[in-house]
C-alpha cells in the first residue's frame, strides 16, 4: 500500500500502470499516474466548508498572477457538483466540514482525489469509521465508480464487505499474497481460513489447572468513544482463579476499550465485580488496591514513560505505600532498594536504576512493566497485548510470567493478537468483533479455525 | 541527579550567547566591549554593596521562578504567576496597614499567610477549570493576570487609596511590618532568605514527597502516570495551589520588604522574567538560583551603567532579549511535547 503510493521505495519487483512501467519516489509521482489513496485518518480542514476542502492546495484560478490570484469558486462548484453527480453523491457544499458526517467527509475525499485525475482508489478500512447505513451508501458509490472505469483496491478485514463488493479477493498475511481468486469462485470460509491459516500448526496447550472459583465477572459492560465506531456492547465474561481468559479479534475491534474499562481508564456501564466486590465506581488506583494489574497495549505511552528512568517506572504506584512512602516523606533509599529487588526478581538487566528506560531493550521494557505490576501481589492481570515488540526469548520469559502467575491463583485476561500466543496460554478464548463478544471457545487449540472464522465474519457465524 | 543539574545550567550558553551579541553592538557603536561589559560586572558584583543591590534585584525572581517550575515540572502551562504575585502582594499589604501596630511583628506572618491564601486560590480557579473541564491553562491563566492588573489598579485607585497620596497608592504599612533590611543602606532585605527557605522547600518536595514525585511523574508521561493510578486533575490542581502560594509569598516579600505600599506597577513582570529564569534553568532548584541572581545582576548593572558610561540601559535590554529567545525556545519544546501528549489521549 505504501509502495503504491511512493512512501516506501520497493526493495524489488515493479509496478505497471497501464502497461507501463513506473517508479514512484514520492506520494506525488502516484497521484501524477492516477493513484489516490482515502486514508483512515481523512486529510480534512475542520474548519473550512466542504467546498474549500475539496480545492485546497489545487484551487482553480481565474487570473493566474502568483499571489494575486483569485480563485474560481464557481468554477470549483461547478467541478465538484459534477463528480458529486456522476457517482451519485449528495453534498452540501457549504456545510463545514466540522459538522458534516463521516462518511460525506470521506466522499469529498473521493471526489477530491477524482478531480485530481485518479483512475485508481485506495481504500484504508474505509467502513472501520462508519455506521452501517453509511457502509451502505458508500458501496452504492463504489459500485458506481467502478462501473465508471474507476479501478478500487479496498483493504478491510471484514470478509462480509469484501464478498459484498469485490470482484477479485488477496489475501495478504505477514508481507505475502497467500491466496487470490475472483470473488464469485469462492467463499467466505475458504477467505476466513486462509486469513488464519498460517497459524494452524500445531500448538501445544499445556495442561492448564482446572479453574477454582470465579474471581473476576463482567457483566453487559458497555461504553461508547467519540471517534471510533468501535465501542462495547454488552459484554459478559468470568474469568476464575487459576485461569487465563484469551482475548481473540481483529485489532481495533474492542480490545483496547475492554482493558482500559477494566483497569477505570475509560467511563463505561455494567457491572465488573472482583471477588464479589463491585468495582464499576472506582478509579484507576482503588482498583489496584483491589488487586487489578494491567499490561498496556501501548508500552511506549502508557505501560511506560519511556523519558524516566527505570527506577521511576518500576516504582510508579507504589510511591505512597509503605516503606517507599512513609508518614508523607517519599524514602528514596527504600525506593531504589524495592526497585533494585523487584528488577533483580525478574532477572532484569541493566545498567543503572537512573538510567532512562529507553535504555532497554523491547522484552526487558516489558519485563519491566510485569515487575511492576506483579510485585503488590494483585488478583487479576490485564494483559494486553504482551509480547507485541518483544523478541522470541523475552516472549518465552513472559509466556512463563503468565503462567507463574494462573499458577499462583491469579486470574488473568490475555488479550493478544497472536493467536499462537492465545492458544498456547489460554483456558478459554474469547472472540471479540466490534465490540461484542461473538462466541467462547473452549479447548482452544482443537478449535482454531471455528476461533478464525469467528475473528472475521463476527457475529455471522 | 547529575545530569539534571547539568542541564539546569542551560543559563551559561544563553548567557554567552547574549554578551557576544552585546560585544558586537559596542563594537559597532565604537565602544570597547571589554570595558563597557567589566564594568557592568563590577557593578553586578564589583563589592558587597553592588552584590547586595544585585540579590535584592534577584529576589522577587526567586519566588516566581519557583511558582513557575512548580508547574512545568508537571507539564502544567502556567503563566498566570504574575497576577498571583500582584494581589498576593496586595493582600500582604492591605493587613499590614489596616491590622493595629501594635501586634508588632505578628503583623509579618499574618500577612504572609493572607498572601498565601489570596495567590492559592487565584491559581486553584484555572487548576481546577484544566483539571476537570480541560479548559487551556495558558489562556486561562494569562488572562487571570489582566484580571489581576484591573481589580488591583481598580483598589489603588479607589477603596484603598491612600488619604495622604495623590493617586495608585495605598497608605505604608505600619513599621514593624517591615522585613528588616540584610545589609543597610542596600534594599537586600529578609525576604531574600524566604525566597531561599522556598527553594530549598521546593528542592525537598520534589525529591522526598510522594505527591512532588507524582508532579514529575506527570509531567513526564500524564497518561503512563493515570495508568499506574496517580490522580492527574488532583496533581494539577496541588501543583496550581502551590504555585499560586509561592507566588503570594513572593508578593508579601516585596511588598513588606522593598515597596512598603501597593501602587501601580508592583511588578514590571516579575512574573515572566522568572518563566524565563524556570525555563533556563529547566525546573531545577540551583538553576534557578543562579537564574535569578543572574537577571538580577542585569537589572542592577543596567540602572547604574548608564550613569558611569554612556552606554544607555538599552544595551541591557539586548542581553535580556537574547536570553530571553532561549528562554522562548525551550518554552516552544515544551509546548510542542505539551500537544503531542494531549492528542495521544
Redesign the interface.
Known amino acids: 500500500m505504501r509502495l503504491l503510493q511512493g512512501v516506501e521505495r520497493p526493495d524489488g519487483g515493479e509496478i505497471f500502470v497501464d502497461g507501463v512501467r513506473v517508479d514512484f519516489t514520492n506520494p506525488g509521482d502516484a497521484l501524477r499516474h492516477g493513484i489516490g489513496m482515502v486514508h483512515q485518518e481523512f486529510m480534512i480542514a475542520p474548519d473550512l466548508s466542504l467546498l474549500e476542502n475539496l480545492v485546497l492546495g489545487e484551487e482553480p484560478v481565474k487570473r493566474s498572477c502568483g499571489p494575486l490570484s483569485w480563485i474560481d469558486w464557481p468554477a470549483a462548484r461547478n467541478q465538484g457538483q459534477a463528480l458529486a453527480e456522476q457517482i451519485g453523491a449528495l453534498i452540501d457544499w457549504d456545510q463545514h466540514a466540522a459538522n458534516a458526517p463521516v462518511h460525506i467527509l470521506q466522499f469529498v475525499e473521493i471526489i477530491r482525489l477524482l478531480r485530481r485525475g485518479c483512475r485508481t482508489l485506495i481504500l484504508d478500512e474505509p467502513t472501520a469509521v462508519l455506521a452501517p447505513v453509511q457502509v451502505d451508501e458508500l458501496f452504492t458509490l463504489l459500485r458506481n465508480l467502478r462501473t465508471q472505469g474507476t479501478a478500487l483496491l479496498f483493504i478491510s478485514h471484514k470478509i462480509g464487505e469484501v464478498t459484498a463488493l469485490a470482484d477479485e479477493v488477496t489475501v495478504i498475511r505477514q508481507g505475502e499474497t497467500v491466496f487470490h481468486s475472483s470473488v464469485a469462485e469462492c467463499t467466505a470460509d475458504e477467505i476466513s481460513r486462509h486469513i488464519v491459516n498460517g497459524e494452524l500448526h500445531d500448538v501445544a496447550n499445556d495442561e492448564a489447572p482446572k479453574p477454582q472459583s470465579e474471581l473476576l465477572s463482567i457483566a453487559s459492560l458497555n461504553t461508547r468513544s467519540v471517534n471510533r465506531s468501535h465501542t462495547l456492547h454488552n459484554i459478559s465474561l468470568t474469568i476464575g482463579r487459576g485461569e487465563i481468559l484469551g482475548i481473540a479479534g481483529v485489532s481495533g475491534n474492542g480490545q483496547n476499550e475492554l482493558a482500559e474499562c477494566l ?1 477505570g ?1 475509560r467511563p463505561s456501564s455494567g457491572l465488573v465485580k472482583l471477588n464479589g466486590i463491585a468495582l464499576s465506581a472506582l ?3 482503588q ?2 488496591r483491589h488487586g487489578i494489574a ?1 499490561i ?1 497495549a ?1 508500552r511506549r ?8 528512568s527505570i527506577e ?1 517506572n518500576v516504582v ?2 507504589s ?2 505505600t509503605s516503606p ?2 512513609h508518614g ?3 524514602n ?1 533509599a527504600a525506593m531504589r532498594k524495592i526497585a533494585q529487588d523487584r528488577l533483580q526478581a525478574l532477572d532484569i538487566k541493566y545498567d543503572g536504576p537512573s538510567d532512562p528506560v529507553s535504555s532497554l531493550s523491547g522484552g526487558n521494557q516489558q519485563k519491566l512493566v510485569f515487575a ?1 505490576e506483579i510485585a503488590t501481589a494483585p488478583q487479576v492481570l490485564i494483559a494486553s497485548q504482551p509480547t507485541r515488540g518483544v523478541d522470541l526469548n523475552g516472549i518465552a520469559a513472559i509466556h512463563q510470567l503468565i503462567r507463574d502467575f494462573r499458577d499462583s491463583g491469579g486470574a488473568v485476561l490475555l488479550i493478544s493478537e497472536e493467536l499462537d500466543e492465545l492458544i498456547e496460554l489460554s483456558t478459554r478464548v474469547a472472540v471479540i468483533a466490534e465490540g461484542t463478544i461473538v462466541g467462547t471457545v473452549n479447548a482452544p487449540a482443537s478449535n482454531l479455525p471455528l476461533i478464525g472464522r469467528m475473528m472475521v465474519q463476527g457475529a455471522a457465524v | 541527579m547529575g545530569t539534571a543539574l547539568e542541564r539546569s545550567l542551560g543559563i551559561v550558553l544563553p548567557l554567552l550567547v547574549a554578551f557576544a551579541i552585546a560585544a558586537i553592538v559596542l563594537l559597532t557603536i565604537g565602544e570597547n566591549p571589554v570595558e563597557i561589559l567589566t564594568l557592568m560586572a563590577t557593578e553586578a558584583f564589583g563589592n558587597v554593596r553592588r552584590f547586595a543591590a544585585t540579590l535584592s534585584a534577584s529576589t522577587p525572581l526567586l519566588f516566581t521562578a519557583v511558582a513557575t517550575a512548580i508547574c512545568f515540572r508537571s507539564g502544567v502551562f502556567n503563566v498566570g504567576v504574575d497576577g498571583a504575585f500582584v494581589l498576593g502582594g496586595l493582600a500582604a499589604i492591605f493587613i499590614a496597614f489596616t491590622l493595629p501596630a501594635s501586634i508588632g511583628v505578628g503583623i509579618i506572618p499574618l500577612a504572609f499567610i493572607a498572601a498565601a491564601v489570596t495567590g492559592g486560590l487565584w491559581l486553584w480557579l484555572p487548576g481546577v477549570l484544566l483539571a476537570k473541564y480541560e479548559a487551556d491553562e495558558v489562556v486561562s491563566t494569562l488572562m487571570l493576570n489582566f484580571i489581576a492588573a484591573g481589580i488591583s489598579g481598580y483598589l489603588v485607585n479607589g477603596p484603598l487609596l491612600s488619604p495622604q497620596s495623590g493617586n495608585n497608592v495605598t497608605p505604608l504599612i505600619h513599621e514593624t511590618a517591615e522585613l528588616e533590611r540584610l545589609m543597610p543602606p542596600s534594599t537586600l532585605h529578609a525576604g531574600f532568605i524566604i525566597g531561599l527557605i522556598c527553594i530549598i522547600a521546593y528542592w525537598t518536595w520534589c525529591r522526598n514527597t510522594p505527591s512532588g514525585f507524582e508532579g514529575a511523574v506527570v509531567g513526564q508521561n500524564p497518561r503512563f502516570a493515570r495508568a499506574v493510578g496517580i490522580s492527574v486533575p488532583a496533581v494539577i490542581i496541588l501543583v496550581m495551589v502551590l504555585s499560586g502560594v509561592i507566588a503570594g509569598f513572593g508578593g508579601a516579600s516585596h511588598g513588606l520588604g522593598q515597596m512598603h505600599r501597593f501602587s501601580d506597577g508592583f511588578s514590571p513582570g516579575y512574573g515572566f522574567t522568572g518563566m524565563a529564569v524556570a525555563l533556563l534553568a529547566r525546573n531545577h532548584p540551583i538553576g534557578i538560583l543562579f537564574g535569578a541572581v543572574l537577571f538580577g545582576a542585569l537589572a542592577s548593572a543596567g540602572t547604574t551603567i548608564q550613569l558611569f558610561s554612556n552606554i544607555p540601559l538599552d544595551l541591557v535590554n539586548i542581553i535580556q532579549g537574547t536570553v530571553m529567545i532561549f528562554a522562548v525556545i525551550e518554552a516552544a519544546r515544551l509546548m510542542k511535547n505539551r500537544r503531542r501528549q494531549t492528542h495521544a489521549v
Not at chain 1, 505511552?301 to 524516566?308: A, F, T
Open positions: 483497569v481508564l478509579n484507576p488506583s482498583r489496584r494491567y498496556s501501548d505511552h502508557e505501560g511506560l514513560s519511556i523519558q524516566s521511576t510508579a504506584g510511591h505512597r517507599i512512602g508523607g516523606w517519599l528514596r511492576r
